[in-house]
């Protein structure tokens, strides 16, 4: 009788790669069963790859016994799109550490995938650049990861997300053929821009093993100011004329009543009223910023504006960010479920989605967060209820289908940062059109004959 895949996969590998870390224990495989999803698969092996070529060879061994396989970082991303939802193996790349060049002169770093976004920023800090994407998990995720969800953060509105700041990737196809595309050039005109195509593809089309980026100077100085409104409405009106003006702040967020009261829980003193605040970031040379902040300032003025403040120092800036980055985790405060989508729309209709969320959310009678990376017209809308009632459940269900059809009528899409995963999966059809779909399904098969890469994630299956 033939061994069962799975075994016969840790047979080969370990005669092949015998230095290879590589767990098929309860306890180890139980440790990469989740993401920050919450979600749960437990893998049947897990390796811990050290090298390209390993993962060359892991890859070609499970693409000729079809194993599944799930590349992975840290797992910090929301929407299930890290764990094994049908076993197989789970490839971590998160010894794959080393920064391999920095060249200041070309502004660009190689980095091998497992490389964390704060470690690298911190070593490009001494260059005087750094690498723009800025995710709140920045601390702790992977340049692959963020390359495979396209990840962004609050000044993806001026620097750009993960993709915009990519030269070049250097990776291994569902055969385990190892392949580069892109330069470190600033220009490029040579066939399918093929490292772009694999940023934002979750793993589905190929592993990530090394990426070529582009660096940004760090600003010589940043101003921030705090805008505060009467009503959801009129704070998302201001985006839209903070955007609609010449000079781009590096960061603009939003925060609803909701939001504003676990931001007051603590500590931060907001005056009565306020419904909605803006949190605005300017940055460059120290000379232009007064004139920034004018600019700004005159846009957002209007009507509901309450109060309008510059920070007077940068003790007080960070302060207004940290409060912004404990806003997620702070959300169980207030329920013990939390669905938490990052749609995205054109910056116009930004007022047209929060006036409706807002709706949504009182009509089926739960409690809904709304803040994100407004000048990007990026909301991360919260759904926050008791999934343990199934009547709060299926209002939760039927209030985020209200959501996402909202967001397509009004031009957007499912989402700006997290990616689609699992959770978002099935919302798919809705948001793209049959040919697309059936595009991207046959580029899925090119790389990946046999479907082994993350299977089940991203694109629903073809109706027959």
């Known amino acids: 009788m033939s061994q069962p895949p799975i075994n016969a996969l840790a047979q080969r590998l370990r005669h092949e790669l015998p230095t290879l870390a590589l767990f098929d224990d309860a306890a180890n495989r139980e440790v990469y069963a989740y993401d920050n999803s919450k979600r749960r698969g437990v893998p049947d092996l897990v390796a811990l790859a050290e090298s390209h070529a390993e993962v060359e060879i892991i890859v070609r061994h499970c693409h000729e016994l079809a194993v599944p396989l799930i590349a992975r970082g840290r797992g910090s ?98 055969r385990g053929r190892g392949f580069r595309c892109g330069a470190a050039v600033s220009k490029l005109s040579t066939g399918f821009d093929l490292a772009r195509l694999l940023v934002g593809s979750e793993g589905t089309l190929a592993v990530i093993t090394e990426a070529t980026l582009l660096l940004t100077p760090l600003a010589e100085a940043k101003r921030g100011m705090r805008a505060l409104f009467d ?162 459940a299926e209002a939760a269900e039927h209030c985020l289908n209200q959501v996402f059809d909202r967001v397509i009528e009004l031009g957007g899409m499912l989402s700006g940062e997290h990616g689609i995963g699992l959770a978002k999966r099935d919302f798919m059809q809705r948001a793209l059109d049959p040919v697309t779909l059936d595009l991207m399904r046959r580029i899925k098969a090119e790389f990946d004959p046999k479907g082994i890469l993350n299977p089940g994630k991203l694109l629903p299956p073809a109706i027959a």
Request: negative net charge; charged residues 20%.
């Open 77 to 174: 991303n929301t929407t299930g799109a890290s764990i094994a939802a049908s076993g197989g193996l789970v490839l971590s790349l998160e010894r794959m550490q080393r920064i391999l060049h920095i060249v200041p002169g070309d502004r660009y770093a190689q980095v091998e995938a497992g490389v964390l976004n704060g470690d690298l920023n911190q070593t490009l800090q001494q260059h005087g650049l750094c690498w723009a994407p800025d995710p709140t998990s920045a601390p702790y995720s992977s340049i692959g990861g963020n390359l495979a969800c396209n990840a962004g953060g609050p000044r993806t509105v001026k620097y750009g997300a993960a993709r915009d700041n990519l030269l070049a990737l250097r990776g291994v196809d569902g």
């Open 231 to 392: 009503s959801v409405e009129s704070a998302a009106s201001a985006v839209a004329r903070i955007m609609a003006q010449p000079v781009r702040p590096c960061a603009l967020e939003f925060m609803d009543s909701a939001a504003l009261g676990l931001v007051r829980s603590r500590g931060v003193d907001l005056p009565v009223g306020a419904a909605a605040l803006l949190l605005i970031e300017v940055d460059g040379r120290a000379v232009e910023l007064a004139d920034q902040c004018q600019a700004i300032q005159k846009a957002a003025d209007g009507a509901g504006l309450i109060e309008f403040q510059i920070a007077s120092d940068d003790t007080a800036l960070a302060g207004l960010w940290a409060a912004r980055r404990a806003l997620s985790p702070a959300l169980r405060e207030l329920a013990p479920t939390k669905v938490n989508e990052d749609v995205v729309v054109p910056v116009s209709r930004l007022p047209d989605l929060v006036r409706s969320v807002v709706d949504f959310g009182r009509q089926a009678g739960i409690t809904v967060v709304c803040f994100g990376h407004a000048g990007n017209g990026n909301l991360h809308v919260n759904l926050m209820f008791d999934g343990a009632d199934p009547r709060q």
